[in-house]
């Protein structure tokens, strides 16, 4: 199975600041990487496929970037509803998609 | 509006099996993949399986081969996820969720709509 480590585990930032999480496959899988959120007692919420192409009805503050193994989520200005958990996904062998563990984002 | 409808929660004791729906609308039912994603509390998201609504074929990550079946019946636009031989560990939320390849150069599958979870518990 292809794994996928995001780093950091957890981030504390505060409205306005530019926060960067980021995504990383143990082998090449293109552009296959998506990007989701997730609050608690929700379920998850498409930001980003195919590493860079924004959802529809997603804020453009967030965006994303890479290919092969390294990927990156960003987003250039918090929003207090933007406090939240993210997992990146690997869907380059969809007989084996993978999630990683997910980064907490919290407010400092 | 395009959504997945799942069932209610569902309590079941260890060695029982459970079967959760998920009934789309607002789109053809055919068109897209249906993906089963499960979330123990306080863990992060683990992927089951996808299955084509159109052709029936599936695929299971390997760890829920052999106690996992997905199915579907077209004419009410609805997956099912059944999971066997289930044991304290498969307490969790679990998620249906549409999957697809839409995208310019054709290189991407993504989750764009899921359904709101359905709980199972597995408790004697």
Redesign the interface.
Known sequence: ?IQMTQSPSSLSASVGDRVTITCRASQSI???L?W?Q?KPG?????LI??AS?L?SGVPSRFSGSGSGTDFTLTISSLQPEDFATY?C?Q?YS?????????TRLEIK | QVQLVQSGAEVKKPGASVKVSCKASGYTFTSYDINWVRQATGQGLEWMGWMNPNSGNTGYAQKFQGRVTMTRNTSISTAYMELSSLRSEDTAVYYCARASGICSGGSCYYMDVWGKGTTVTVSS
């Open positions: 199975d293109s552009s296959y998506n989701y997730q929700k379920a998850p919420k498409l496929y195919a192409s959802q997992y996904q869907s969809t007989r084996s998609i993978t999630f990683g563990q997910g």
